[in-house]
């Protein structure tokens, strides 16, 4: 029998490494509730710009470009006659008249323009070498071999000098800056065909909720409706430059949500849902996408839209916002948040919606610590801007939002807006 017993081996403890969060969220007021301005800038810092490409002019309109690109050449890249005439050398019709024309010799455009000889030209053609001016035909007898001259012209008159629209070596166009129909035009005039710019974020959109029904099918029950917040938010990021898909209607079961949000992931640079975050019995987008990626589901001190989700979805970490269902609670939250989303993915400014104060010709009211924004008509009369506030603030009131060229936002810090005071209104649209 041994002496001593072997010492048993102590039992191997698998500690599960610890699960991947997002970062912590900003903090709450005394009532739990997010500022939205520190939520939008929270959900900001958790999204990256795409990575760019080569693409054709075309093609990059309305992108950012990722290069600044500059001239390497002159435009125009010769002097060129603004009429039509005659390019001479100024000296030799400088004593023309009517009373003493001068006649000069009418040479080819091969070689050096010699004295006292003149050249025939058309508009926007390169003047020769020597000529420093053009006689517009009216000056002169319109002769073939030889021409009259009646009228003189200075040196650098009608003409468009070399590099007079851009010298080499010039900047055409910033880092960031969003490719317009006119800077187009300019680079293609100095031979450019292609940018580096960020690509059209590829948004999906996708409607929770089973009483919602396709528009052009025809309603069954009383308690279905048509699905209002799915072409609406589609639109919005189109018009926002984004290439979209809208997933048709889904269900209320959470294995088709589940199935619905995965499939999309790879097709899509963002994910947006509406419905199906509200704290109760209808939130089971809040309920399923914990299961698919990180989550952040937070109240903001915002009216309408109180209840905001956003995530990271599957493998590569898709950003997906998850939008209230009620139609301005929705867009309202487009517009707050989604909008410097699709922004930031473009390389761009986040904040690109115009602002400005206006003149209300009635009280507005706001609850004490949350940011109410509310449609609105603004118009500028006469210099001044004034704004009508749509009564009621019902969130489902979307033919109140299809007449608003304007949100209304009055601030966290404001109750009480008196007749005759101006508020900031964001302005819809172009």
Not at 41 to 65: C, N, T
Not at 89 to 112: F, H, M, Y
Request: charged share 25%; with cysteine; net charge negative.
């Amino acid at each position: 029998m041994p002496l001593f017993g072997r010492k048993k081996k102590e039992p191997i403890v698998e500690v599960e490494p610890p699960k991947p969060t997002l970062p912590q969220g900003p903090q709450v007021d005394q009532h739990g509730l997010r500022a939205f301005v520190a939520h939008r800038d929270y959900l900001l810092s958790l999204v990256e710009p795409l990575p760019p490409f080569g693409m054709q002019l075309l093609d990059a309109l309305g992108l950012a470009l990722c290069e600044e690109i500059t001239a390497h050449s002159d435009l125009p890249r010769a002097a060129l006659a603004t009429e039509a005439g005659y390019a001479v050398r100024a000296d030799d019709v400088a004593a023309a008249s009517n009373d003493e024309p001068i006649t000069l010799a009418v040479a080819d455009a091969a070689g050096e323009l010699s004295q006292g000889a003149a050249v025939r030209v058309d508009a926007h053609t390169a003047l020769p070498d020597g000529a420093d001016a053009v006689l517009p035909l009216p000056f002169t007898d319109r002769g073939d071999r030889e021409v009259k001259v009646f009228e003189s012209v200075r040196a650098g008159e009608y003409v468009r000098q070399r590099g007079e629209d851009v010298t080499d070596g010039d900047v055409l166009a910033r880092e960031g800056q969003v490719l317009d129909e006119r800077t187009a035009g300019l680079l293609a005039a100095l031979g450019f065909d292609k940018v580096l710019a960020r690509p059209r974020p590829r948004v999906v959109v996708v409607s929770v909720g089973d009483s919602l029904v396709e528009p052009g099918r025809r309603l069954s029950h009383p308690t279905q409706v048509h699905d209002a917040n799915g072409f609406m938010i589609a639109a919005a990021a189109k018009r926002a430059g984004c290439q979209v898909w809208r997933v048709g209607v889904v269900s209320n079961d959470p294995e088709v949500i589940r199935e619905t949000i995965s499939d999309q992931l790879i097709r899509a640079d963002l994910i947006i849902s509406t419905g199906g975050v509200a704290d109760g019995s209808d939130d089971l987008v809040r309920a399923v996408m914990p299961e698919l990626g990180l989550t952040d589901f937070a109240e903001l001190a915002l009216r309408p839209g109180r209840q905001q989700g956003f995530g990271l979805i599957g493998d590569d970490k898709v950003p997906m916002l998850m939008l209230p269902a009620r139609p301005l609670s929705a867009f309202v939250s487009f517009e707050l948040f989604a909008r410097p989303i699709v922004r930031t993915l473009m390389g761009a400014d986040p904040a690109v919606q115009p602002m400005v104060r206006a003149i209300t010709p009635t009280v507005l009211r706001s609850p004490a610590g949350v940011t109410t924004v509310v449609p609105a008509v603004v118009r500028d009369e006469t210099g001044v801007h004034r704004v009508e506030v749509f009564a009621g603030g019902d969130s489902q009131n979307l033919s109140d939002l299809a007449r608003a060229n304007a949100l209304v936002v009055i601030g966290a810090d404001t109750e009480v807006v008196t007749a005759g005071s101006s508020v900031r209104c964001v302005l819809l649209g172009d």
